[in-house]
């Protein structure tokens, strides 16, 4: 089987692998501390991008945008640069930064401070998603204070001429949070509402100053790729998804787990690593990257490798990489109503399509389930969907259309046999 | 008033955003008010912290009405949130929650009548989906939920006066 573990999860181990003391036994700030001493020639920020662009590194937060490419767009200004990262993890069926915040804490500290470096970004704030509060953030925190401690932040850091300020910050529970201008506003102090673009936030960011938002696992996976180089990180995975991805797997299964795992290895292997089907049953359906991807039927994701292009060939994405494995029995009208209820809640009230759609979506789904289903609803809800799609300030509109267009699109006869029979589902 | 406890918080806050940019400790400072006030926030509590961060009140009170964690109504003082997204429903989050509810003989979103568990209504994934079903006991974590735990919680609950 392929190795686990070869990139963010490498050193955590041992003892306490979210300590300092563990994480400077593995090698762990020494990019930072090699860029600090040699900033001119070895790790200019123009070679320090030019790596992470060579690396195929492509965020891992959901959008998969090629993260030096992200790098390259901030303007060279004198004024004041932000780097923030995006840790309000909330993508339904997504637990993997959660894993990097309590074990490995330090590589997103160092990731930060050498991004913010390479962007002339001199102050950084890492957005938690507030229901962190009593289990990740402490950890963060004491993680911060031990590098300030060791002066490996702050100003003139080891007298390099170098500053680096990084702040933690706690959300209060919105998932809408997780798209970037969002969470800008939301770091601000506001409430979580997209902002329309252009401006991007590398122009008119936090504040209103040049900022790029990356995602956890995106920036701890930074120290690595630079300590070890672009060509190491890209011989991992293939050749247009290059690198190592946290995979969250749940659902039926007996593992679930988060399995760091090159990208491009085939949906039956990472099934076998969360142990298979829970009871042996027969797998019905995947969610591959989160409950914003469109759904696949068991028949057409056995034949996909986990990778990007593979996953878009198949009609759906690689989101997240948070896979939600559905076995046989399992009631798709009932699912994508407690999908449709989710961004019922969630929307953030802009939007009109959305704000109204996500509303219409989950109340057709809910008469249907009911025994109150009119034979076209289905025709009704996939219009809603289609009117929703590609009409909103961000993409969680879309987010709201995809699952309900691509359940009535594979599992159809389902959703037409409980209209027909009063709300009895097939799969009952 | 704040106690000069919230006070320090909120100044600990304050001073990781630049200069004149208060606004942006609005999230943090409600955390701090709502967490000495029994889990939720009152309006002489959002005026409080809005004037002790010098911006207009409105800006605190839309901020407190957008964010599910923070509860403008009074409710019961230990918070349970039962995760039910798509992870948890696919392992039994339904069965945990109907239970929570008939054991407490409430619904979800309602507090006990003594005043003691608030049974939060959750929409949003809780991020811990290989630990499903899981719930949130004032914000810590508990995966891999049945009923047998679920009753032992409660009955520590219970058993707690604090």
New interface residues.
């Given amino acids: 089987m392929t190795d686990l573990n070869q990139v963010i999860f490498s050193n955590i181990n041992g003892q306490d692998p979210w300590s300092i003391q563990a994480y400077l036994s593995s090698g762990g700030y020494q990019t930072w501390k090699s860029i600090l001493t040699d900033q001119i020639n070895k790790h200019s920020p123009e070679k320090i991008i030019d790596a992470v662009s060579k690396s195929g590194l492509r965020g891992r937060g959901g959008a998969g945008f090629p993260t030096g490419k992200k790098w390259s767009f901030m303007p060279e200004t004198s004024q ?1 640069k932000y780097i923030v990262c995006n840790s309000d ?7 993997h ?2 894993d990097i915040l309590k074990y490995n804490p330090h590589a997103l500290i160092e990731g930060m401070a050498i991004a913010g470096f390479a962007m002339g970004a001199t102050v950084g ?1 890492n957005y938690v ?7 990740c953030f402490p950890r963060i925190e004491q993680a911060l204070h031990e590098a300030y401690e060791l002066g490996l932040l702050g100003t003139n850091i080891l007298d390099s001429g170098i500053n680096f300020n990084l ?1 933690n ?7 809408i949070c997780g798209e970037e201008t969002a969470l800008l506003e ?7 509402k997209p902002r329309f673009k252009p401006p991007f936030p590398a122009n008119f960011g936090l ?1 209103g100053k040049p900022t790029t938002v990356n995602n956890t696992q995106t920036l701890a996976s930074i120290p690595k790729i630079i300590q070890n180089g672009p060509e190491w990180f890209s011989s991992f995975g293939t050749e247009k998804s290059p690198g190592t991805i946290i995979f ?5 299964i007996n593992k ?3 399995y760091e795992l090159p990208l491009g290895i085939s949906f039956s292997e990472l099934l076998d690593y969360a142990g298979g089907m829970e009871n042996d049953k027969s797998l019905k359906a995947v ?1 591959p990257g989160g ?1 914003s991807t469109k759904i696949l039927p068991g028949e057409i994701i056995q034949n996909c490798t986990m990778d990007y292009e593979s996953l878009q060939k198949a009609g759906s994405a690689l989101g997240t990489g ?1 896979v ?1 494995v ?1 076995a046989e029995g ?1 009631c798709m009208v009932e ?1 994508l109503k ?2 449709s ?2 961004y019922f ?2 929307n953030c009230g802009q939007c009109t399509p959305c704000r109204e759609g996500t509303g219409w979506l989950y109340r057709i789904l809910d008469r249907i389930t009911q025994g109150n289903g009119k034979i076209n609803d289905l025709e009704l809800l996939v219009d809603v969907a289609n009117r929703i799609e590609g009409n909103t300030i961000c993409a969680f509109g879309d987010a709201s259309a995809w699952p309900v267009q691509s359940f009535i699109e594979h599992f159809f006869d389902e959703f037409e046999y409980m209209i027909k029979n009063k709300g009895k589902s097939i799969a009952a | 008033m704040l106690n000069s406890k919230i006070k320090d918080e909120i100044d600990h806050w304050i001073h ?1 955003f ?1 200069e004149g ?1 208060q ?6 400072s ?2 701090a008010v709502q967490h000495h006030n029994r889990g939720y926030l009152t309006t002489e509590l959002m005026n409080d912290v809005a004037d002790y961060l010098d911006i207009p009140k409105i ?1 605190v009170f ?2 407190a009405t ?5 509860q403008t109504k009074p409710v019961g003082q230990h918070e349970i949130a039962v995760c ?4 948890c ?3 039994g989050s339904d069965n945990i929650l109907q239970h929570i509810e008939k054991r407490l003989n409430i619904k979800a979103g309602q507090s006990t009548i003594d005043g003691k568990i608030f049974l939060k209504n959750e ?10 079903p899981m719930m ?1 006991l ?4 508990i995966e891999n939920l049945d009923i047998k735990t679920v009753d032992q919680i409660l009955n520590d609950l219970e058993k707690n006066n604090d």
Wanted: glycine letters at 10%.
């Fill in positions: 004041q993890e909330s993508e339904p069926g997504t637990c930064d959660r704030y998603r507030g229901e962190f509060m009593i289990e702040h910050f706690l959300g209060a529970g919105a998932y939301s770091l601000e102090g506001k409430q979580g504040y969250s797997v749940s659902g039926h679930p787990g988060n969610i409950s948070a939600i559905i399992s699912l407690r999908i209820r989710f809640a969630e | 990781k630049p940019k606004r942006s400790a609005i999230l943090s409600l955390h800006q839309e901020v957008f964010y599910s964690m923070f039910t997204n798509i992870s429903m696919l392992r929409e949003e994934c809780l991020a811990a989906c290989t630990g499903a949130m004032d914000h810590h974590y």
